[in-house]
């Protein structure tokens, strides 16, 4: 009985150094570094198995032993975080051990991919950047604007104005009707904020006039100093009824015929864009404009001035006096006989 004992001692003794050696063996396998010799992304597909993306590293080479994949699912199982793996592209860095690739794959942190849309932007200028990107999926099967908002939710809205621009962050596989779905969701609220906190007595119907005469403002000039006094300009011309005669509203009517000079010829073309011979707004903002664009439109400065003309610089003289004003085309505009 006391040899059947002692065997017994020895056989536990023996199996827990066995098992203290495979602890040892398995920490320093998953301590490991893999084999990333340079930054390369790594894809889980949605639904895929830990087994299956064990067996891509182990094709393309990149476990440091048989042992250390065999190794990382049983801990990623035994530890329960095979179940909280998140389908993405991961960026695998050269030195990450098998420990912190399985940290980064439950973690979620996937590699994102940028778009920037500018300020001033035209909606068609921006649904060819998200069509042209190559990590946003293609679901739209057209470019018709009224089927494009349809996709987004928004049926019978014109889509001129709708989307904020900004840069949007999003991982490989974001489809082109998500992104848009996000950027018309952010003008959104955008808008709602702004219209919220607006100055008193402004000429306009609705928000949508706002959004018109922001994306005005927003093409009229880049200084963030002036938007105010341009905004400022426009709604005292909406108050008294004068013509608000801006270029950029013509040269969105003209639409792909304009060649970028602007004529008399187009000063006098009717279309519904035209602001030197329509009263009042445009049907539809002329771009997207920007928040604070859109901030201006909803606080104009105060003052009297009516009239505004490029001084060639970026910059514009402002006057209040038709006579102020054509002075001042004059010295900026036509020096030299020249417009």
């Known amino acids: 009985m006391k040899k059947f004992f ?12 066995a098992a203290a050696g495979l602890l040892y063996d398995a920490h320093a396998q998953l301590s490991t570094p893999l084999r990333y010799e340079q930054p390369e992304n790594l894809q889980l597909a949605p639904g895929a198995r830990l087994r299956d993306t064990v067996l891509t590293l182990r094709d393309q080479d990149r476990l440091a032993s048989l042992r250390q994949g065999l190794y990382l ?75 494009i908002m349809s996709a987004v939710g928004r049926a019978g809205q014109h889509p001129e104005g709708r989307f904020f621009p900004d840069t949007y962050l999003f991982p490989r596989d974001t489809t082109d009707v998500a992104l848009l779905k996000r950027a018309f969701d952010a003008m959104d609220k955008t808008l709602a904020a702004e219209w919220e906190a607006r100055a008193a007595d402004l000429p306009y119907r609705s928000v949508e006039d706002a959004l018109t005469m922001a994306s005005i403002v927003e093409k009229e000039t880049g200084l963030p100093a002036e938007r105010p006094e341009i905004a400022g300009v426009f709604v005292r011309r909406l108050r008294l009824g004068m013509r608000l005669q801006t270029d950029p509203t013509v040269i969105y009517g003209l639409g792909a015929i304009f060649d970028g000079n602007l004529r008399r010829r187009d000063l006098l073309a009717p279309n519904p864009y035209n602001t030197y011979l329509n009263t009042g707004l445009p049907p539809t903002p002329i771009c997207l404009p920007g928040r604070a664009a859109i901030k201006a439109a909803l606080h104009p400065a105060d003052g009297k001035t009516l009239y505004f003309v490029s001084r060639g610089d970026g910059s514009h003289q402002f006057s209040e006096t038709l006579d102020e004003h054509e002075a001042a085309v004059r010295r900026y505009q036509l020096r030299g006989g020249q417009r």
């Open 6 to 17: 002692r065997i017994l001692v020895l056989l536990i003794l023996l199996a827990l150094v």
């Open 73 to 147: 699912e049983i801990y990623a199982r035994r530890s329960g975080k095979a179940a909280r793996i998140k389908a993405g592209e991961y960026r695998m860095e050269p030195g990450m051990s098998a420990y912190q690739a399985l940290d980064l794959w439950v973690s979620g942190k996937v590699v994102v991919y940028e778009l920037r849309v500018v300020e001033g932007t035209r909606f068609e200028v921006a649904l060819s950047q998200i069509i042209a990107h190559p990590q946003i999926r293609k679901t739209l099967k057209t470019t018709d604007a009224a089927e």
